[in-house]
């Protein structure tokens, strides 16, 4: 007897249809005009002086999740008052690196969270080509950071325990919403800033901790 079969168009997955696109920055959610997106919107470039940054389409309020954003291969780096995290949706870029709303490593290595400026932890200063990944459990309200260019080490610039994937060394959080956007910013810009190159689905550069998943 013949049984009924389906046939698989080239190009298609049987079951799942493929996996789903990488988020991208937001181009109806900018600051100021010189943010110029490029590579499918995949990449921020601020290239005017000023304030300019973006967030990303897709927002998260729940589970054990990891992005990446890349720094570009040339251009301006290293300053305490641009960076790159998490913020809700309504943050202004321009005071994202002390103000409340946000989850940030600055490119000199520091961080603001709980709207203190807090920089009690310090990664690596960022370096041009460097990936930083974050790994954010929603649940808990932890978070870790960790940069290609001191791979394995995070939450720190030299040697230490953090691990994500033994919830230790989590950096707690709070006054946030539930809903939290990737974002990137350049504040008191030189127009010669390095630019920024999201990533929220695999493959990633820096190795996923065991729990985590990709943002999606």
């Known amino acids: 007897m013949l049984r009924p079969f389906h046939l698989i168009r080239p190009g298609r997955r049987s079951g799942g249809g493929g996996g789903a696109p ?12 010189g943010t110029t997106l490029s590579n499918g919107n995949r990449t921020f470039a601020p ?8 967030r990303a389409i897709s927002s998260k309020s729940t589970g054990k999740l990891v992005f990446e954003i ?6 301006n780096v290293g300053s305490g008052q ?3 995290g998490l913020s809700n949706a309504g943050a202004g870029f321009g005071s994202l690196f002390v103000a409340s709303g946000c989850v940030i490593v600055l490119q000199n290595g520091n961080y603001n969270y709980n709207g203190t400026g807090n920089q009690a932890s310090k990664l690596a200063n960022c370096t041009n080509g460097a990936t930083i990944m974050f790994a954010v459990d929603m649940t808990n309200l932890l978070w870790w950071a960790m940069t ?11 040697s230490g325990s953090a691990n994500p994937a033994t919830n230790t060394g989590g950096l707690a959080w709070s006054g946030l919403n539930a809903a939290l956007f990737p974002v990137g910013f ?7 800033d390095a630019s920024y190159t999201i990533n929220t689905t695999a493959p990633f550069v820096n190795a996923v901790p065991a729990g985590f998943s990709a943002w999606g």
């Open 47 to 54: 290239n005017t002086t000023g304030t300019q940054g973006a």
């Open 82 to 84: 641009s960076g790159y």
């Open 22 to 33: 990488s988020s991208t920055w937001n181009p109806a959610d900018t600051a100021g005009a």
């Open 186 to 192: 350049v504040n008191s810009g030189t127009g010669t």
């Open 70 to 75: 890349t720094i570009g291969a040339s251009g």
């Open 148 to 158: 290609s260019a001191n791979s394995g080490q995070w939450n720190t610039a030299t």
